[in-house]
């Protein structure tokens, strides 16, 4: 981004002021305005354009989708999200599957053991998931500006404005009821609201690289550590590999010329071999900070995705949890614009309650993950030893762990005396009806009864399907596979409630 943004946020509006949408050349652009083309803020324009909303998505690039990428792991939990959006199969057939994490000192986490449809790890680079979520936008209408760099925000009583100037230098202002920054860690959005984004670098002077190679390596996934050196290795599936590299004995700035004998260097200390690498056709040096937005709302404007949380690229968790964030929030916001929630402050404030503390979740593992993979001193080996061990040994733990990671685990906090599977995600349920996954892809909630439960009055748009079992148990599930409310059948009083919440 280049010139100051302006940092007029909603503080600065009092009602019946004007916004910069009344000035000349402003333009009433959309229901929300989404900034960031990447998967994060292409999942969250389709979901909302599906509800029937105009959603406009300002991209600074020139270019729609780039394949330097960091990410290369899609985790299950992201996978059942994409199939509620009917993308799943699609994308799985872009890439190649891993049902074993190996890890530090011969750990290895089964995923196989995941109850879910998706069992694994898919392999496939971030532009494939790019691709089938761009597709899905542009067929919901999704208006895409690319070559437009916002400079200014500022909020009115009931609207956005984004000031944004576009390659030919023409100034225009967008406006919108609400404006998301997906645009990642350098987010023109979180500046202009004047957010902090407190952390520190957890690992510097990284080596990154498309490359050809020789030899295949052993595994789908190739990572390990040793010698003072960690190497990561990649597929792209059409011969390019991707790696990663770094030395603790040799920390160059991030402007430093690099060449591809240091990441040889690099990738024989960590693996034991180099695998015959060559013809690279791109390589740089970055580095990896651990850093957290303190709010994801201000007003009218929310972040999401790396623009509100960066992490350590160990347990491949950044590109999946920016895609839970957008599925968190875009049903919440097409619920409120649509008119469908009494409360819709209340609503949209658990976007934050319930999407910060995971985002902090995974900066505090991925990092231990990180931090045990570069243990350097006797004891921080013998404590990666250690939690080895456990991991390899008690079966519960494992299965927490591999939760976590795939994001199966990851729930959101519930009322005091809430039944005990509100917050938690739903499986894929087989029900009369259909899949539940199925179920969800109107973005609509699921109300799961027995067959005999008549379909109740609902304010917001609702799916009744049934039990293919005798199970009694009644399950409200959200449009993004949650549990919102569960409870018994002989308490059509409490449904009710929950309905009207």
Known sequence: MTGKPSTRTNADATPGAHSTSDAPGAARTADVLVVGSGPTGMLLAGDLAERGLSVTVVERRRETISNMTRAFAVHARTLETLDARGLADELVRTGSRLTELRLFDGLRLDLSRLRSRFPFLL???QYEVEHVLKRRALSAGVDFRYGSELTGL???????TAEVRDTDGTHTALTARYAVGTDGVHSAVRKALGLPFPGASVIRSIVLADVRLTEEPPDLLTADGAGGAFAF?????????RVMGWNRRHQAADSDPVELDELREITR??????????DARWISRFHSDERQVPAYRTGRVFLAGDAAHVHSPAGGQGMNTGLQDAANLSWKLAAVLKGEVSDPEALLD????????VGTMVLRSSGALIRLAMARTLRQRAVRASAAR????????ADKAIGLISGIGIAYPAPRGSHRLTGKRAPDLGLVEGRLQELLRDGRFVLVTPADVPTPSSPSPLVHAHWASDRTTVLLVRPDGYVAWAG???DPAALRAALDR
Request: without cysteine; hydrophobic residues 35%.
């Open 233 to 241: 290795i990649a597929p792209f599936g059409d011969g390019w590999y």
């Open 154 to 160: 500022s909020q009115s009583v009931d609207t956005v």
């Open 269 to 278: 200390l960590a693996l034991g071999s180099d695998y015959g690498m060559r």
């Open 488 to 490: 018994d059948r002989s």
């Open 350 to 357: 658990s976007y934050q309650a319930e999407r910060h503390p």
């Open 123 to 125: 392999v496939t680079p």
């Open 390 to 397: 456990l991991l390899s040994m008690v079966r519960p733990v």
